[in-house]
């Protein structure tokens, strides 16, 4: 039960959309702190998927799924969001990225460009799913900026947002292995964290204050 004058729905929301904020920042600190202590790898020459291979893989993982969380209580959010239908779409894209995410770290990746060191090249089942869920997700993502373009005040970046993160993943993945195509997926991935935080916040500022006096002021 609220407290009388306290909107308990309205803070809920809001506290949903913070994950939003945070799960980028969250999964690139983390993952830029296993690249940089794992052995053999190179930002130059490897996605930060492949460190669900070799040891200490288990930690990418841990990584990918509570991502995969925070995504999934944004995606919440946005559906309770006041925006009618667009947040409801956008919520249940995210939740589809979100659920990428997941799948992504339960089917790892094939080794790529030497890593992990002294692991032969080959092609998986697991392999080609997790590439799968990647496509799948980052779509998911793209699609979700340009239904959010219909009611965020910056449309434009929203645009531009899903069309980067599209265009970085499709040319990484045809670039791959080379350092071109990772340039390509780290601004995929960086671009499309960075709109996911700016959207949350939009959604945020959208939703009455819980407090009923605060609302009835502003």
Do not use: K
């Amino acid at each position: 039960m609220g407290r009388e004058g306290f909107d308990a729905g309205a803070a809920v929301t809001r506290s949903l959309l913070g994950w939003g904020v945070v799960a980028g920042p969250f999964y690139l600190v983390f993952g830029l702190v296993l690249a940089l202590t794992r052995t053999g790898f190179d930002l130059a020459r490897h996605p930060l998927s492949a460190l669900l291979l070799g040891p200490g893989g288990w930690l990418q993982a841990v990584n990918l799924i509570l991502t995969g969380i925070m995504v999934a209580a944004a995606a919440v959010g946005f559906g309770r969001a006041p925006w009618g239908r667009v947040g409801r779409t956008a919520g249940v894209l995210l939740g589809g990225y979100a659920l990428c995410l997941v799948l992504s770290a339960v089917f790892p990746p094939d080794p790529v460009n030497g890593f992990p060191p002294g692991a032969a090249p080959q092609a998986s089942t697991s392999g080609i799913l997790h590439l799968a869920f990647g496509a799948v997700g980052f779509l998911a993502l793209a699609a979700s900026a340009l239904v959010v373009a219909a009611a965020l005040p910056g449309a434009a970046f929203s645009r531009v947002a899903g069309v980067v993160v599209v265009l970085g993943f499709v040319g990484g993945a045809a670039l791959s292995p080379g350092g071109a195509g990772i340039a390509l997926l780290w601004i995929a991935v960086v671009v499309g964290w960075v709109w996911l935080a700016v959207a949350s916040v939009q959604a945020y500022r959208v939703v009455p204050h819980p407090e009923l006096h605060r609302r009835a002021a502003a």
